[in-house]
């Protein structure tokens, strides 16, 4: 579906970029509505060189990082499924039902093949690739990224065994939703947009390929917008908003504000991993 429609971005999301307000560090219930309770001293650590080139990062950046308790992807994995227990919730780009991470193959717009990615997965908004690849570890790998046989690997293997800040950009809760497996596959590294026409390549999902982009469902791309949004600003220097992107993130953030879900998401991630996502209000 492509939509010329343009909106103003709102002034609450103006105000989320003016420093003092991000730099309040308080107690934990703070928290909920600001970026990080830690300061982001560190850089990587002496054996992760900095961030390689990335595309140019536009926006006022916070002096924070996100997920201060830098839980890794594996622990994020099991908070979050503690999150979603006990009720039902849709996954992000079929909008297929599913409850105490069973899903509810009637009515979804796929159907279970018995694929082997026919199940729930935790899809990372900001692909793993976007962020991890601007890290040095990532393209050249690192003294450590050695296997059992002598042989050197780079990527995200390396990056994950190597950078302590790639593993809580991996495990940064913010960042994932829940996903049938075959659709995140399908998403893969591929950035997001408007794509013309209507093509819809699986079932009948809304949920639109073409090339190197995908088109999300109109109802959670403000909540795929709040996650670049967030990630842009809690891990400055990779480039993940560009001048380019951004207008586009922006309007969806607006166009598509937060459910009640996901400021309670919000609020149980806070208190799990130490720093909300300031664009959910
Ligand atoms: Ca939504």
């Given at each position: 579906m492509r939509s010329n429609h343009t909106r103003p971005i709102c002034s609450r999301d103006r105000a989320l970029h003016t420093a003092p307000r991000w730099m309040i560090v308080g107690a934990a219930l703070a928290c909920?509505?600001?970026?990080?309770c830690r300061p982001a001293t560190a850089q990587d650590p002496p054996?992760?060189?900095?961030?390689?080139?990335?595309p140019a990062a536009v926006g006022k950046q916070s002096a924070f990082e996100g997920n201060?308790?830098?839980i890794d992807f594996s622990r994020g994995k099991k908070h979050l499924r503690g999150m979603y227990r006990g009720a039902r919730h849709e996954t992000v780009?079929?909008?297929?039902?599913?409850?105490d991470w069973t899903l509810d193959w009637t009515g979804c717009c796929i159907a279970n093949r018995g694929?082997?990615?026919?199940?729930l997965e935790w899809e990372h908004v900001v692909p793993a690739a976007a962020f991890g690849r601007p890290l040095l570890v990532w393209k050249k790998g690192h003294a450590k990224c050695v296997n059992s046989r002598g042989k050197t690997y780079r990527g995200r293997r390396c990056a994950k065994k190597t950078s302590e800040r790639f593993r809580r950009m991996e495990g940064d809760m913010h960042?994932?939703?829940?996903?049938?497996g075959r659709l995140n596959q399908a998403r893969g590294h591929r950035a997001m947009g408007l794509i013309t026409g209507e093509r819809r390549p699986h079932g009948t999902c809304d949920f639109e390929l073409d090339g190197p982009m995908v088109e999300p469902r109109p109802a959670v791309r403000g909540d795929i917008a709040r996650a670049y949004l967030y990630m842009h600003d809690a891990y400055p220097g990779l480039?993940?908003?560009?001048?380019?992107?951004?207008?586009m993130w922006s309007r969806w953030h607006a166009?598509?504000?937060?459910?009640?879900?996901?400021k309670k998401r919000n609020e149980l991630i806070s208190a799990e991993q130490g720093n909300g996502n300031p664009y959910i209000q």
């Open positions: 909920v509505s600001q970026m990080s054996s992760e060189p900095a961030a390689t080139k990335a201060p308790s830098k780009y079929a909008g297929c039902s599913f409850r694929h082997v990615r026919d199940r960042n994932l939703l829940p996903s049938i480039g993940i908003l560009t001048e380019a992107t951004r207008p166009e598509d504000p937060p459910s009640a879900w996901e």
